[in-house]
């Protein structure tokens, strides 16, 4: 067996102080916002790592403090018209703390006048208020009331805040999280001083992520370790397409030179042309698509392009009812997206459905309920397709043909809801937690979505999408 990627194997591997603080350390950010910090390190742009935050009380990993908080980014794929399949070692993470069992090394990150960056990825979900959450938590339940802790903890030692950039794909998430962590600082009565701070030294950026990250290689794990010549627990997959778009002063791409290292970034004034964009073109397809899949039997992204049903329901999706509802120039869109279904056809990313699934209500609601309502507003009817992928992920949601991935209430909701299944599509959509908004006042959704849900049962999904498309 080949031996465990770590600094005893590989003695020669830099390391770099801590600047930045991670909130995850999933697939996702380890390929994004780590592999850039790599790649600026690696032209002496940069000088520093990232320490990541546990934000979720699961299970404690070992792999980090295993492996010396190494690892491997796999990028494959098709860039520019060229084939890229490159493999490179991390060395931008430090260390991984897990705050439910040693908030004191969290906290303890205030002290460090180095730290001036802060980074997250915790889901759509994650940017949430916890009334439940108190200063003296140790730690705060949610990701917002950790980080409200630790910048009270650094304004309590009289030091300079942080650039705080967000990556959850929720709309003006850099704003959001600026909110709660306000909303806590009220709560808690942490004082004005502590406001004025907040306001003044620290700066909540909103952002913008584009990269398809399928994660650990499972199906070719022994193949990849045998080629690298270590074991790697931790690698991770990754398109070669990135983008990433920052909603801020000129400046700060001078103060983090991500484009200056020739990654594909950009800071502008203002990032809603390309949040709509990608939100409704990229992911918007992926969360109609992974219910219908599933419920199907498909696995992977590629799986639902080669077949012949669910691809044309991908290409009428994007081109029926995802293109006409958004303002931007038509050829633009139209670019976007046949360059979006090249990249879901990638034969190098075996992108798992199960893995898009995670949160899928929250998903629903930011990438794909704004259309339909805006759809059934300009054209007095609902779309199709989209009806039947809500309809699909309601089915779903039932629990007893795919294994759910969302938080325990969202699914606690759904259980009372089907516990009474005649009234279940009413009783869901009243959920205006889930939904932002009761959608029974949404003309025609409560009759349509019985009629999905009917069909699919009765006819399952591949028959279902053959009669729409």
């Known amino acids: 067996m080949a031996q ?78 060229e084939n890229v399949d490159d493999r490179e070692i991390m060395t931008s993470v430090s260390r991984l703390i897990n705050p439910y069992t040693d908030n004191d090394s969290f906290l ?33 339940q949610s990701f917002p009331g950790k980080l409200t802790a630790l910048l009270y903890k650094r304004f309590q030692l009289g030091k300079k805040g942080f650039a705080i950039i967000p990556c959850e794909l929720i709309d003006r998430n850099g704003e959001r999280l600026r909110d709660i962590v306000r909303q806590y600082a009220e709560d808690w009565r942490l004082g004005a001083d502590f406001l004025e701070w907040l306001d003044r030294e620290n700066t909540f950026y909103c952002s913008l992520v584009d990269r398809i990250v399928p994660g650990y290689p499972r199906d070719k794990a022994e193949q990849v370790a045998q080629e690298l010549g270590y074991q790697d627990n931790l690698m991770v997959t990754a398109e070669p397409f990135l983008f ?105 990313i075996r992108h798992e459905l199960t893995s898009i699934y995670l949160n899928s209500i929250s998903k629903f609601k930011t990438r794909l309920l704004p259309i339909l309502l805006r759809y059934q507003a300009e054209k007095g009817q609902l779309p199709p397709l989209i009806t039947l992928a809500f309809a699909a992920l309601l089915l779903s949601y039932r629990g007893d043909k795919v294994k759910r991935q969302d938080g325990e209430d969202v699914i606690a909701r759904f259980d009372r809801a089907w516990a009474a299944p005649l009234t279940f599509v009413t009783t869901i959509l009243k959920e205006e937690s889930l939904w932002g908004m009761d959608l029974t006042m949404v003309p025609d959704l409560e009759r349509s979505l019985q009629s999905c849900l009917t069909l699919l049962e009765e006819r399952g999904t591949r028959s279902a999408l053959t009669q729409l498309v």
């Open 4 to 81: 465990t990627l770590s600094r005893t194997a590989f003695p020669d591997l830099p390391s770099y102080p801590e600047r930045v603080i991670q909130f995850g350390e999933g697939n996702f950010m380890r390929a994004f916002v780590d592999w850039q910090l790599q790649q600026m390190n690696n032209k002496g742009l940069f000088q520093g790592s990232a320490v990541l935050i546990q934000p979720l009380q699961t299970a404690p990993s070992n792999l980090f403090a295993e492996q010396d908080n190494l690892y491997t980014v796999l990028l494959c794929g098709i860039l520019n018209g």
């Open 108 to 140: 303890a990150l205030a002290e460090n006048d180095q730290l001036e960056f802060i980074t997250s990825n915790t889901t759509e979900a994650g940017i949430a208020y916890h009334p439940g959450d108190r200063l003296e938590d140790a730690p705060q």
């Open 244 to 348: 990433w778009v920052i909603e801020g002063p000129a400046w700060l791409a001078e103060r983090l030179p991500l484009a200056q290292a020739g990654l594909n970034v950009v800071v502008t004034e203002d990032m809603t042309p390309y949040r709509e964009r990608k939100v409704h073109l990229l992911n918007g397809p992926h969360t109609a698509m992974v219910s219908l899949g599933l419920l199907a039997g498909l696995e992977t992204v590629e799986d639902v392009m080669n077949d012949d049903v669910f691809s044309v329901f991908v290409k009428r999706l994007i081109q029926d009812e995802l293109i006409p509802m958004l303002d931007l120039p038509r050829q633009e869109l139209q670019s976007y997206a046949e360059a979006v279904q090249e990249r879901f056809k990638n034969p190098s």
